[in-house]
Each structure stands twice: as C-alpha cells, then as structure tokens.
C-alpha cells in the first residue's frame, strides 16, 4: 500500500519521501526542535563533555546528529514520531461488514469477552466518541506489542524466525498508537478518563499477556473482535458528525501529515481513516486465529506486513 516515490534527506545519505500539504495547528517543540549540537571551539567541547544544553538544542557527547527530513516542497519535516516514508493512504475501500462467526467454543469465549467489556465502556462514555476513541486505542494498542513482544522472545529461544510476525504486530500496536495521538489533538479528556486509562491499560496487559501465552489463538480472537467492534465505534461517531452533534473540526496536522490527506481535511476524513485502519487490523487478528486454529505456526504463514 505504501508509494515507492523517493523524499530527500537533508543529510548524509538518502532515502524515500513523500509528498505532504500539511499546514500546521501549532508547534510541537518536543518533535521538531531537539538538534544535536556539534564540534566547534574548545569551549564548546568541554560544554559536550559536561552534556551540557545550548539555545540551539541538545548538546551531545556522543556526535548523535538527528537526521532531518525535509517533505517535498523543501519543507522541513516536524514529526519526529514517524517519517515521512511510514505515512499512508488509507484503503477507504476495505469491507467493513466482514464478520468472523463464533462457532468453536473458544470463538464464542473470545466473543462473549469483547461484548461483556462492550457495556461498561458504552455506561461510562455514552455519546463523548472523541474520549471513547481515546480509551479505545489507549487498549488496543497494547495486544500489538504484547503479540510481538512474546514472538520475539520465543524466536531468540527457539532459534527461528517468525515470518515477519513480530514486526507486523509491532506495525499494529505503532499504527493504533498514532491513533491515540491523533485524538489527543482533539479531544480533552477530563483526570478521571486519565485515570481510568491508567488503571485499564494496566489490567488488560497483564491479562492479555497471559491470554497469549495459554492461548494465540483466543488471544487473536479477541483482538479480531475488538477491532469489530472499534469499527461499530467509528461509525456511530461518523453519524454524530454528520447530525452535527459533533462539530467537524479542521484535521490535525499530524493526521494530514500520517495519512497523506488533503489540506483542507476535516476530523471526519481522519475517522474514516481511522475506521479503514481497524477493519485491517481486525482481517489481520482473525487471520492469526485462523492459522493457529488450522494446526499450524504464524510462521509458516507470510505476515500481511504494511497492510494497514
């Protein structure tokens, strides 16, 4: 899905870019402000050795120079969380209907748990969709890294590769995370969805990283599930856009920037993208299911990597 066109670097080496017509909300001076300092006078190399800062960045010992990126049109890159080559096009056009039938009894288990985890999130959230799509990737970002985390353990022990497993989950969980950051840009959420956040992403680590190891297969399920869910989600917040309940405010820069989206974007394109995404991952978590379901290893199955 990923565009093969080449951006330029402004430093050493080269590597691809793309195109971006991003205009900026604002200033984020954690991301786009941090240089290394390098060389000079003496002075400036005892200042190197002490680590000391300067007004222009971050002074280091080390010769770490940050690379910078410029897009296109000769416009520096600001987002140090993702590079120009990890933005997409999302695939507005998947199928959003498909529907893994639980017929086994771990199936209806993994079913069962998705719906009864269902209620309380509706009780509690109600209609603020933009706080809802904050806890909703606040938790699925977390099965992601768990998956390739324990996959990547168990190819160090047993000597084996993965078949590009580990690095498709960890895409999963980067991909749900951008999500996150893109939501935090238009939503406030209040201490107490803070920490609620705190206290969930705690308690389904823990039990997701034990459900993966008893069982991958219900563990996928799950996650194939949820996203089914995720997907209801951005749908009933699209219809809150549409009636006008929700007011469809300019597109964060960062959403612009990630998926490649017009200038001129609303949050309503970055929900549709948002949605595109979640039906891909729940394709990609029923699949692994399916796999290990069938008898078989996530490895003797090619990872579906860059399939956001």
Not at 18 to 32: F, K, M
Not at 172 to 189: C, G, I, K
Not at 197 to 202: D, E, I, K, T
Not at 212 to 238: C, D, M, N, Q, W
Request: proline share 5%.
């Amino acid at each position: 899905m990923m565009s093969t066109r080449g951006f330029t670097r402004l430093s050493s080496y080269s590597a691809p870019r793309y195109s971006s017509t991003a205009t900026a909300w604002r200033t984020l001076s954690d991301c786009s402000k941090s240089t290394v300092s390098l060389g000079g006078d003496k002075q400036q190399e005892e200042k190197q050795a002490l680590g000391a800062k300067d007004d222009k960045g971050i002074v280091s010992y080390w010769g770490l120079e940050p690379t910078k990126v410029s897009k296109e049109d000769g416009a520096p890159w600001k987002w140090t969380c993702f590079r120009p080559w990890e933005a997409y096009s999302a695939d507005l056009s998947i199928d959003l209907k498909k529907h893994h039938a639980p017929t086994t009894l771990l199936d209806k288990m993994a079913y069962w748990t998705v719906k009864t985890l269902r209620w309380p999130t509706d009780l509690f959230f109600q209609r603020r969709y933009g706080c809802r799509a904050m806890m909703l990737e606040t938790v699925a970002a977390v099965p992601g890294m768990v998956g390739g985390m324990l996959l990547h353990c168990k190819s160090l022990r047993r000597f084996e590769n993965s078949g590009g497993w580990i690095k498709a989950l960890l895409e999963e969980a980067e991909n749900e995370r951008m999500h996150l950051m893109t939501f935090m840009e238009v939503s406030d959420p209040r201490w107490y969805d803070r920490a609620l956040v705190f206290a969930v992403q705690g308690i389904f680590f823990n039990a997701y990283f034990l459900g993966y190891i008893i069982s991958p297969k219900f563990a996928h399920r799950v996650v194939g599930y949820l996203e089914e869910e995720a997907i209801h989600s951005y749908t009933e917040f699209l219809k809150e856009l549409d009636n006008g309940n929700i007011e469809n405010v300019p597109a964060p820069p960062i959403a612009i920037d990630y998926w490649r989206l017009p200038p001129n974007s609303t949050l309503r394109d970055v929900v549709l993208a948002v949605r595109a995404d979640e039906a891909h991952h729940r394709d990609v978590n029923h699949f692994a299911s399916d796999i290990h379901d069938q008898g078989r290893q996530l490895k003797e199955a090619p990872a579906p990597l860059g399939y956001h």
